[in-house]
């Protein structure tokens, strides 16, 4: 079944112990891409990769980190989470950017409680 | 001001009205989303457009580039409609996606 999978799906932290949280796809996704959503402000996107090793910031990349060292994984790191990257985080991916091929598929999300 | 708006950002209605949901950008794009977010939080995505109309059981997404505006129509809603539809654009020189609030719909029997 083609899908994109997060991990974990929920989570409770304490300010500054660095987490990770996984991202994967088996569609042979070039584009993945990760967005938290957030009460009044709707979903803003963290960072995107275009393909292997080739990350770039989105609308809000500060206290984040990603990376892509295989096509189908792009993990996102909180260093040292703060209570404001309380959030929802929702993973996604599509085959590239061009215009027929740039459906978006989600993950369930991982909602993140950071203490 | 929001490079993406829509309106409206609430609406009620019964079942078997026809419902349009509307969304304006202010910045040239190179495609047009439309999300569907369920009450558990799950996201999928309904459409993408860069130009015309596209038509899917129920639903009809038209966009229109000169005057920078899309729509969302459900024909014959029905409760299980009910979700927030979200807008997002990709703009015409990069490569990240701007959102739009999205909209609550709600459709009651």
Known sequence: EAQVTQNPRYLITVTGKKLTVTCSQNMNHEYMSWYRQDPGLGLRQIYYSMNVEVTDKGDVPEGYKVSRKEKRNFPLILESPSPNQTSLYFCASSFDRGLTQETQYFGPGTRLLVL | ?109
């Open chain 2, 1 to 109: 001001k929001n490079e993406v708006e829509q309106s409206p950002q609430n609406l009620t209605a019964q079942e078997g009205e026809f419902i349009t949901i509307n969304c304006s950008y202010s910045v040239g794009i190179s495609a047009l989303h439309w999300l569907q977010q369920h009450p558990g939080g799950g996201i999928v995505s309904l459409f993408m457009l860069s130009s015309g109309k596209k038509k899917h059981g129920r639903l009809i997404a038209t966009i229109n580039i000169q005057e920078k505006h899309s729509s969302l129509h459900i024909t014959a809603s029905h409760p299980r409609d009910s979700a927030v539809y979200i807008c997002a654009v990709r703009e015409e020189y990069g490569n990240k996606l701007v959102f739009g609030a999205g909209t609550i719909l709600r459709v009651k029997s």
